[in-house]
């Protein structure tokens, strides 16, 4: 598989591939930025929202929230799972919304599906053109500098009878505006050992390179990518928090 058919065609399968991700913490750590540097309004709209589990913990909050994904399956599901928000099939570096929001959240890393700098500006200018006064755009990303690319993560889950095991994690080449996040699905059952593998690719920038495409449009903040604490960027780890308010 390629691209982003492993989303698309095995999209039942997605919450059991997040299933170690802890989506309440996310969710209330944006809204806590929300409210110390954003405008406090409640109007939201998740980028690439998946499935819906954010948007659930947004609504749970008292938010009117709502998604954007461009894969028709996980919308299928974030309706099921969210049937009073509105989920939007759009492309999230060609969207617009009718009413602007307060908030846009970008959670999983998926601000890097914009997949080259070029889309990535649209994406961003896109996002500013949505947000109300002093709206808040709120994402983690990867510097592409520190990427280890023989490091993954995996975990394991079991489901209808049979037994997963998820695997990721990112390649860079060392040049490039061009990242991969690799993944690997393994499913096995009494009989039956079933093994998916798929290359998303991703942009690849440093964090420099992304507050500058940043800087004309947000006034910016790095933090620590620590759902738990809100804490100033260290400058050395490889994964941090944005923190963008609308000029």
Known sequence: ?????????LSGYYDLMCADIDYHAQSHAVQRLQRLFGNGGFRHLDLACGTGPHVRHF?????????????????????????EA?????????????????????FLYSIHYAA???????????????????????????????????????????????????????SYPGHGERQWLKLRIQRSSTDVHQEWADEHPMVAVTFAELKALLDPYFE??????????????DGASGNALFVCVKR
């Open 116 to 170: 080259s700098v070029e889309r990535l500006k649209r994406c961003i200018g896109k996002a500013h053109d949505a947000l109300a006064q002093d709206g808040l755009f709120c994402f983690n990303a990867v510097d592409k500098g520190r990427i280890d690319s023989g490091a993954s993560v995996s975990h394991s889950a079991e489901h209808a009878d049979a037994s997963f095991r998820f695997t990721s994690g990112w």
């Open 59 to 83: 609504l749970d909050a008292g938010y009117q929230s709502s998604g954007l994904d461009i894969n028709q399956p996980m919308l299928d599901q974030a309706r099921v799972r969210c049937p």
């Open 220 to 233: 910016v903040q790095l933090f620590e990518h620590d759902y738990q604490r809100i804490l100033p960027w």
């Open 1 to 9: 598989m390629s691209g982003n058919a492993l989303y698309t065609d």
């Open 86 to 106: 509105e989920f939007i099939l759009q492309d999230m570096c060609h969207f617009s919304v009718e009413q602007p929001v307060d908030l846009i959240s970008c």
